[in-house]
């Protein structure tokens, strides 16, 4: 199995995984969209709320804000010492106390709420939640806890994920001199991988495997039949989108320690199971 890096941003990563089969290809997209554990707030006590919006509405815009994650100190509450009850190395609590001492209306962000551990805060802290008007005020006490995807969206660690096959195309030039068209691929193409600028004869552009949907309109197409459009078995390419809750290292490496976990799972409980012969 080998790796490859094309893009990685603060945001976007895409890669190449070669030597991997499709079942494994779809496990990873399944672990990392739905089986790791990151923090979100899942309890609100509100203390005052004189903004116009409902005690639900902020609860649930508090729920949906990105936490960044400390993976390395927090545990999942069901598997803390407390037992799930609540402690320093299972919980994190926000607070929250704006009062609007202008004349103009005043909008609360995520930046306004203070975390009682400076590693988990709001991804962002521009994210409006509650605007409140003049004199009024909002207190808010919030705990969050590590969670996973399966339960709720909120604890999603990647915004999106998906990965597609590796395009192939065999292109065979020679076979133009003799066509009559001139060159329909090039103009049907809708990521215009053929390029026909020189009249001659169309060339294929340099990594069209970037763009390449697989739609094989241009097998379909040419009159000569000199394409042939295919995909690499066991290669895939990857997109990755993340809100930036945890850094694309910890996502992989955390994958990988799930998936290992699992298996070996499954070789426990498959060993328990006794096969009458
Ligand atoms: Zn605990």
Redesign the pocket.
Known sequence: MSLEILEKTEHNLKFIVDGISIEMANAIRRIIISEIPVMAVDEVIILKNDSPLYDEIISHRLGLLPLTTDLEVY?L?RE????????????ISLTCEVTNTSNTPLQIYSGDLNSNDPKIVPVNPKIPIVKIDKNDKVIIEAYGILGLAKDHVKWQAVSNIFYRFYPQIEFDDSKCAKCPDKCRISRLCPENLYDFSNKKSPVLVEDYWKLCTLCNSCQFECPEEAIKVYWKDNTFIFSIESDGVLPFGTIISKTFEIFLEKIEEFVESLEEVEIES
Do not use: D, I
């Open positions: 545990k509450p803390c010492e407390c037992g799930g009850y609540g402690c320093p190395l299972c919980q």
